[in-house]
């Protein structure tokens, strides 16, 4: 005789949490994620569908195999792996499951899933983060970002945590380890972005092009305000270092 799993039909989506790098498209136009584990290799978005990692054809989650989303059903699980050095780094995502999905003691492996929210921790020195910057390393057409600070942004490609919550679409929410929201729509909807029909009014651009809504409210507007400023201070510094004798290579006096 067959054994089969016993089944669930819940009313509705369960919620999990997980680990993730955020990242950034090549181009600049797009944001998401990618794991810390086996499926590491593959950026997804906020709205994805899980295939089999090792490259089989069979639908994930399978039964005799590791593929699929992975998640764990409490958050101070999730908060723990954010421990280890490897993972400093990583935002702590909340997640719904949908689609068939497969309940273990500690969490869920799934076919597809929404990431409805996106922790951000502080920078490495320890201060709050005002952006998500370029982390040196990233997958193939993809930059991994971490969490940093004004002053430690510098020249680095940077994203505010309100224009990641843009980039990355469907209604994410970017919220500070403080509990602040950056950016998303308070009412789970896709918030609008500039380029799909809704005017961006006047504002400033931020590292990937797309343009800052005059409509933004006080914690997104605070994070801009920082990113540029650590911009400014490095342009400054910039400036500063060529304008000393002997900046340009001539000797000095």
């Given at each position: ?7 669930e ?5 369960p ?23 086996l ?28 593929c ?30 949908l ?45 991994a ?7 430690c942004?510098r ?30 729509s ?7 972005a ?14 990937a ?45």
């Amino acid at each position: 005789m067959r054994l089969r799993l016993p089944e669930e039909r819940p009313t509705e989506a369960p919620t999990g949490f997980k680990i993730a790098h955020p990242v950034l498209s090549q181009d600049g136009t797009r944001a998401g994620f990618t794991g810390v584990s086996l499926g590491g290799a593959l950026p997804y978005a906020v709205v994805a569908d899980a295939s089999c990692a090792y490259g089989l054809r069979h639908r994930a989650p399978h039964r005799r195999c590791d593929c699929g989303f992975h998640c764990v059903h409490d958050r101070t699980t999730a908060e723990a792996l954010l421990c280890t050095a490897e993972h400093r780094a990583a935002v702590l995502l909340e997640v719904s499951v949908l689609g068939a999905y497969i309940r273990f003691e500690r969490g869920f492996r799934y076919a597809r899933q929404r990431v409805r929210a996106a922790t951000v921790g502080p920078c490495v020195c320890g201060a709050a983060a005002a952006a998500l910057a370029d982390a040196g390393w990233g997958r193939p057409g993809w930059s991994a970002l971490a969490p940093a600070c004004a002053a430690c942004v510098r020249g680095r490609t940077a994203l505010s945590p309100a224009a990641f919550a843009r980039l990355a679409g469907d209604g994410l929410r970017v919220v500070a380890g403080g509990g602040g929201p950056w950016g998303g729509s308070g009412s789970g909807g896709p918030a609008p972005a500039a380029g799909r029909g809704v005017p961006a009014g006047p504002g400033v651009r931020d590292g990937a092009g797309s343009a800052v809504r005059a409509d933004l409210g006080v914690p997104e507007l605070v994070a801009e305000a920082a990113l540029l400023q650590a911009r400014l201070d490095w342009f400054q510094t910039q400036l500063a270092r060529l304008g000393e004798p002997g900046a340009d290579g001539s000797a000095r006096g």
